[in-house]
Structure formats: structure tokens, C-alpha cells
């Protein structure tokens, strides 16, 4: 799943969301760091570097301030960081997500 796909599949939705966009790790380490986001769509393979290495870089101050989910496999496989979830917490999580992907119409 590409992000033009996820973009019009959130807009179909209703929500009321701004996307920002980044193709390299440099930029969206930068971005996390000054904006102060509600959640972070992330892809594991980027130009310059991969979700997960940014991820591992990142300082806890700002790993820990949004969830984050990073895509590992074309959209099909996916990461979720939740700030201050418990493990349990976040496999409910991830669950609800796959569920919902999986009832999309692509």
C-alpha cells in the first residue's frame, strides 16, 4: 500500500487530517523533532535509510511522544510504537489496524 492509497483511504474516512510528507530519513527525523504530531505513518524503506535505524536513533524524548507505525512490507506488514503502552496494549492495537486494512477495498 502506497501513501497516495492510505492519504485517500484516511480522507474517505471523514477525519479531519493534514499529511505532511518526508522522503528521507534526514527530513523526518527533523520533522518529528519540530512539529508536534498526533500520529506517524512511516515507511521502513527510505531513500537514505530505514524507518526502523531512524527509530533506533531517535532519543526517547522524542520516540516516546506519538504513536507511530512504521510500514515494514509494502503496507502489509507494519510496526506500531506506542508511547507508554504496555506490549498487551499494543497487540490490541496492531490488531485493530490489521482488521481494518484487511476490510478495505484496495
Avoid: W
Avoid at 11 to 32: C, G, M, P, Q
Avoid at 42 to 63: A, F, I, M, Q, V
Wanted: hydrophobic share 40%.
Amino acid at each position: 500500500m502506497d501513501r497516495k492509497t492510505i492519504q485517500r483511504h484516511i480522507k474517505a474516512s471523514n477525519l479531519e487530517v493534514d499529511f505532511h510528507e518526508a522522503s528521507y530519513v534526514k527530513d523526518v527525523a527533523k520533522r518529528i523533532i519540530s512539529f508536534n504530531y498526533d500520529c506517524i505513518l512511516l515507511d521502513n524503506n527510505l531513500p537514505d535509510g530505514t524507518g526502523l535505524e531512524l527509530l533506533e536513533d531517535l532519543s526517547p524524548e522524542h520516540k516516546n511522544k506519538v504513536p507511530i507505525i512504521l510500514f515494514t512490507g509494502g503496507g502489509e506488514e507494519f510496526v506500531v510504537v506506542l508511547p507508554g503502552a504496555n506490549e498487551e496494549g499494543a497487540a490490541v492495537f496492531s490488531e485493530k489496524i490489521r482488521q481494518a486494512i484487511e476490510g478495505l477495498e484496495i
